[in-house]
């Protein structure tokens, strides 16, 4: 059974002693694990797909095993295997690391003239302004190039991320329409997350994609949230009890294991 889409803030809801029903909070980020974990090999979370889409409706991340790469759009969740397809998963899934939330613009920008990835981080960065807030993003038009990435479903005993992204297939999409999504973490919660953008695309008809590392947009909406709010859920598991979240050179090792 797949996961339900979740297409209105006003569906998810909590029951209330009184029975009315609470409006989930707009633009509040909620994250399972850390990339500190991921990166030392904590493939295994505890959360499900559909406990996920409680918190969220938009947002990215992983499955365990780190079988590929997660998008979520309009409270679809979709999995990019190795080949770079996108498909529909069933809510029962786990992920050891994921990031959502109820997408809500605060701002938006129509993009008229070509972007390089440094000038549309330039752009993101003018229309929220302060750095020390996460960002949440999405880009829906066309672009001329879009590089991304998939990694494979991993057996234990885990490599570690490094050792994971070498051999990571890569797709290269030209003259292609999507949606790019995804959030920009200020650079005092590195570890934590992603410090800078942390972006996954889907083409226009929902069968390709993946983790970005590199990109050139066309023409398209730019829509932007800011984020102070933040939750973030450990794993309670003897994996992430032993895990080193504080090795040297956390920066440079996740630069890589991203694609930078």
């Known amino acids: 059974m797949k996961n339900s889409p979740v297409t ?8 209330l002693g009184n029975g009315v029903s609470k409006k989930p909070v707009a633009n509040r980020l909620y994250q399972t694990s850390t990339m500190a974990a991921l990166l030392d090999a904590v493939y295994d979370g505890e959360t499900t797909l559909d406990e996920l889409l409680q918190y969220g409706n938009f947002g990215l991340g992983t499955f365990n095993a780190l079988d590929g790469e997660m998008i979520v759009t309009e409270g679809v969740v979709r999995q990019f295997r190795a080949e770079g397809l996108a498909a529909e998963v069933p809510g029962s ?19 008229d003239r070509p972007q390089t990835k440094e000038s549309f981080e330039g752009l993101v960065d003018s229309l929220v302004g302060n750095p020390n807030l996460f960002a949440a993003v999405r880009f829906t038009g066309e672009f001329e ?8 479903c991993q057996c234990k005993p885990y490599p570690h991320m490094l050792e994971v992204v070498k051999k990571q297939p890569t797709l290269t999409m030209e003259s292609v329409t999507g949606t790019m999504i995804g959030f920009r973490t200020p650079v005092y919660m590195q570890g934590v997350n992603v410090a800078g953008y942390h972006l996954h695309f889907l083409t ?17 909406q730019l829509e932007v949230a800011t984020i102070s709010d933040l ?11 032993q895990a080193n979240l ?13 694609g930078g």
Not at 145 to 152: E, L, M, Y
Not at 208 to 218: D, N, P, S
């Open 8 to 15: 209105d803030m006003d569906v998810r809801s909590s029951a």
């Open 93 to 111: 899934l786990k992920t050891p690391f994921a990031c959502v939330t109820y997408f809500e613009p605060e701002k938006t920008f129509n993009i």
């Open 145 to 152: 190039r879009v590089d991304t990435r998939t990694v494979f």
């Open 204 to 220: 226009e008809d929902q069968k390709r994609g993946g983790h970005v590392t590199e990109y050139r947009l066309v023409r398209g």
């Open 231 to 241: 939750e973030i859920k450990l794993p309670r598991t003897e994996q992430f009890a």
């Open 246 to 258: 504080n090795p040297e050179h956390l920066s440079e090792a996740i630069r890589i294991a991203e």
